[in-house]
């Protein structure tokens, strides 16, 4: 069977997107490969497709290895709907349920089987692999999450490294590794601690041309975070990032109190609470799910129209990680982040204090810095986020900063105070401050701590009385971002101090020019939003009734199968359904989405909703 007649026929497409045709047909010949794929550019399909031929020419089973209980659940439960035989082993299974996976395993009954990278190195598993090696029954390991293997990565684990394994002891076997987010580093150690050299490096765009990219200054980020919701996606799915538990809580318990379907997700939480709030986020609409990084990796819901970040990543690998889990259906999506000096001073703080070697943490303040470079550009967002994966673009047309190109003002006279001040308070005092109190005294503050320490006297007392403290603020986020400015942290306590980079800006050779604040300006609200809008917007008015009516149903199959909306059907295969308003079952052949099986199983049904009949059959059994 073709690589074609299984998209076809299983999957229900009728053509490869971008690499996806090279990589299969590379991998199902047996060939090793890293493949880098933006979140939504369709990694699975990338070994779910091999693992479906290779089987059938009788090569045995693939297993996908990946630290993500919920991705294994509805993949599963998807490749089942599409009539593939698939399993998982993880801890939500029971001792006598695992015993049953195992021997279907060993039986040969398996098509995919999903594993964590932990149980995949036990002795336990590994000689179940050793039983199927020698029978010549072990066909591929997809490594999904393969950035996990970096240390020089945003979501490091340990575990990944002993994956090397399955190369030394399964020589032949074909390998692939899939991840949505690596820079260059990242993926060299890929390639270094997984012994991929040899194999083949598939990397795709990385540009998600269906997100829009909006970051603001933090004035007050729960208001703002509010507004944002109710002006831009009202009663539409989303997921809001905080850096702490307490503030996650906080900020549900805020949107909850305003009407929105707000909920918690933090490793705090009780496991069955938490589970049962991702389950909502998942199976139910227009939830909006406020949580830690802890929550989001692996979660495939294609309809979340909003990813909001409260606090500044560590880095831009960990923003297009979590970005990318808006608008995987290709739909019109924002990514929105609010962000202050104090979350520099913090995210400074966390990588000072950390026990990390001094060579690991300097990799660790390059990421920061490109990051705030990022968020502090005055030019187009997606080509800065873009030439940070090594790839070139032009302006996008869709990012806060093309749509309305910000007014500049020229911060050079402040940033040369302010650098001064940092100077002549280490030259006087013989000790560095923290950047309130350097704020202080450019603005002739006499503060109770100012006048402690003498510091009216210092010769920049005052000079920059004319300039706010947001204003300021905004300089020393600039002064951060082009290295002319470093935070350091020592025992709870972040002091400024001057770089080989500040000499240049304190003689006037380097310009700082500065987006003005939006308490400078009026922010525009109204947004055109680009041709991707939601999948049922232009349908007509009998065809949103059916893409009402089938949204409906679905919602009945899929409560009744316990599996996400989206996986017996995403909504532009609804929306297709409504439009076409098939009369036969020859008329559902070839909607994208809909395979031989799901045909088998839902055509009759799905026709009875078409065509209005009482009470149209939830659909059998997949």
Request: proline share 4%.
């Amino acid at each position: 069977m073709s690589i074609e007649s299984i998209l076809s026929e299983v999957f229900g497409y009728q053509a490869f997107r971008g690499p996806q045709r090279d990589i299969i047909e590379h991998v199902t010949a047996g060939g090793d490969a890293l493949v880098l794929m933006p979140t939504g550019g369709g990694k699975s399909l990338c070994y779910q497709i091999p693992a479906i031929a290779r089987q059938r020419a009788g090569l045995g089973i693939t297993v996908v290895i990946s630290p993500l209980i919920a991705l294994m659940h509805d993949q599963v439960g998807a490749l089942h709907e599409a009539g593939v035989s698939a399993a998982f082993l993880n801890s939500t299974l029971s001792s006598e349920e695992a015993y049953q996976t195992e021997q279907r395993l060993l039986r040969g009954e398996i098509t995919l089987l999903y594993a964590a990278p932990e149980r995949v190195t036990t002795q336990r598993f590994l000689q179940q692999l050793d039983a199927l090696f020698e029978r010549g029954q072990l066909s591929l390991f997809a490594i999904d999450e393969a950035h996990c293997v970096s240390q020089w990565g945003h979501d490091f684990r340990p575990e990944y490294r002993a994956l090397t394994v399955l190369h030394e002891r399964y020589a032949g076997v074909p390998r692939m590794a899939l991840t949505a987010t690596a820079d260059a580093l990242t993926r060299a150690d890929i390639v270094e601690r997984l012994q991929l050299e040899a194999a083949a490096q598939f990397v795709s765009s990385f540009d998600r041309p269906n997100i829009r990219y909006t970051i603001v200054e933090k004035k007050d980020a729960s208001t703002q975070l509010l507004r944002f919701i109710e002006h831009e996606h009202p009663g539409e799915a989303g997921v809001v990032y905080c850096q702490s538990r307490k503030r996650v809580e906080e900020i549900a318990a805020m949107l909850a109190q305003t009407g929105i379907h707000a909920l918690p997700y933090h490793a705090g939480l009780d496991t069955r609470v938490r589970q049962a709030n991702q389950d909502e986020f998942l199976r139910g609409e227009g939830v909006v799910m406020v949580a830690t990084i802890a929550f989001g990796m692996g979660i495939d819901k294609p309809d979340v129209r909003f990813v909001a970040h409260l606090d500044m990543p560590k880095n831009i690998e960990g923003y297009y990680q979590e970005t990318g889990r808006a608008g995987r259906d290709g739909m019109a999506a924002d990514a929105w982040m609010c962000y202050g000096l104090q979350d520099v001073v913090n995210q400074r703080r966390m990588i000072d204090e950390s026990p990390a070697e001094e060579e690991f943490k300097q990799v660790m303040r390059g990421k920061l810095d490109a990051l705030l470079g990022l968020a502090e550009a005055t030019d187009c967002r997606r080509v800065r986020l873009l030439r940070y994966f090594d790839e070139a673009s032009q302006p996008c047309g869709n990012c806060d900063n093309c749509l309305q190109p910000p007014e500049v003002w020229d911060a050079t006279d402040a940033a040369r105070k302010l650098l001064s001040t940092v100077y002549r308070l280490h030259q006087t005092s013989g000790v560095s401050f923290g950047a309130g109190h350097t704020m202080d005294i450019v603005r002739g503050k006499l503060t109770e701590k100012v006048a402690q320490r003498g510091h009216e006297s210092v010769s920049t007392f005052g000079l920059g009385a004319d300039y706010s403290e947001h204003q300021l603020r905004a300089v020393m986020r600039q002064l951060i971002a082009i290295g002319a400015l470093q935070v350091f942290t020592s025992e709870g306590f972040s002091t400024l101090h001057l770089t080989a980079s500040s000499r240049s800006v304190l003689r006037g050779e380097v310009p700082v020019r500065l987006r003005e604040s939006s308490t400078q300006r009026a922010v525009k609200r109204s947004r055109a939003r680009p041709a991707t809008a939601p999948v049922a917007a232009n349908l007509g008015q009998d065809a949103q009734v059916r893409f009402i009516n089938l949204k409906s149903w679905r919602a009945s199959v899929a409560k009744a199968h316990n599996l996400p909306a989206y996986v017996i059907f995403h909504d532009a295969t609804l929306a297709a359904i409504a439009e076409r308003a098939p009369q036969s079952l020859a008329d559902l052949q070839h909607i994208s989405g809909l395979g031989t099986r799901k045909l088998e199983a839902y055509g009759a049904a799905v026709l009875a909703v078409i065509t209005g009949a009482a009470h149209a059959p939830s659909g059998q059994a997949a």
